[in-house]
């Protein structure tokens, strides 16, 4: 036989309902996913237009072909953790410097140096590393191919851009593919071939969806389309083997490609400080 409530019993009992659904749903829900996003940092100065014949076929391809190659670095926010990807030229006396740093830039966007945990190198060529050591508190995450060459000294006479993770510094060389951040979210792929530990990387964007970065496993449409190897990359079949691979997992996961070095992929991503979400 159904006992009357009160009123106030009434309620009494339905905050206590409620006061235990909210702690079950507590317990059972695993944290939010980290909010992913992602921007280009403009890390050296555009040259005239690249005769892309010259060092970018080893097939005499692109015979006269014109490029406006571009300089790019990419900043990627995981919850409060921060990656730099790729570090680009240093700021210098050349005419390929940034006008402005790394640091200014993340300054835009309201990130100090040290809250950079990581940073990413795709490949160790001086377009890609110049940067690196205004980040000397992160974590360097390179291809233990590239490592080899950056540390050893007759390899690598300029060694500067690197000098915090030769001293001590946290360097985390990498055999595979890396999951940086544990949820599949931002994830370092092998890709060999223009160097012996040459990378790219993906980024899975929950609004814009996956986005790959190239590195410099291409350096403009052209060479992508056609599957073309420049001759100044250290293994050709590695390179095929990593287009070939790179190529389906753009298909399979639907992603915008971005080739690090083109002009023409700067307008995939919003202009920055904007962020891809
Ligand atoms: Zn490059």
Redesign the pocket.
């Known amino acids: 036989m159904p006992i009357p409530l009160t009123s106030s019993a009434r309620t009494l009992g339905a905050a206590t309902l409620l006061a235990v659904m909210a702690t079950a749903v507590e317990a059972q829900t695993p944290a939010a996913p980290a909010a992913v996003s992602l921007a280009r940092l403009e890390c050296g100065t555009n040259q005239p237009p690249t005769d892309v014949g010259l060092r970018f076929s080893d097939t005499y391809a692109y015979n006269g072909l014109k490029v406006q190659l571009v300089?790019s670095c990419y900043v990627i926010r995981h919850g409060d953790d921060v990656l730099v990807w790729d570090t680009g030229f240093p700021k210098s006396s050349a005419p390929t410097s940034p006008r402005q740093t790394i640091p200014e830039l993340l300054g835009q966007l309201d990130i100090s140096p040290a809250q950079v945990k990581y940073v990413g190198l795709?490949?160790s060529?001086g377009?890609?590393i110049g940067q690196a050591s205004l980040f000397p508190t992160a974590t360097l995450l390179v291809g233990k191919g590239d490592w080899d060459v950056l540390s050893d000294a007759k390899a690598t006479p300029n060694q500067a851009p690197i000098a915090p993770w030769l001293s001590g510094g946290k360097v985390e060389t990498l055999t595979g593919d890396k999951d940086v951040f544990g949820d599949g979210s931002v994830v370092i792929l092998n890709m060999p071939g223009h160097t012996p530990g040459h990378r790219s990387l993906l980024v899975r964007l929950k609004g814009m969806g996956n986005v790959l970065l190239t590195?410099?496993l291409a350096?403009f449409h052209e060479n992508y389309d056609s599957n073309g190897v420049p001759s100044f990359n250290t293994d050709r079949a590695a390179t095929l083997a990593s287009i070939d691979r790179f190529k389906q997992i753009a298909k399979n996961l639907k992603a915008t490609v971005i080739i690090?070095?083109d002009q023409r992929d700067i307008a995939k991503l919003p202009l920055f400080p904007q962020m891809a979400r």
């Open positions: 300089y795709s490949h060529h377009d890609h590195g410099d350096h690090q070095h």
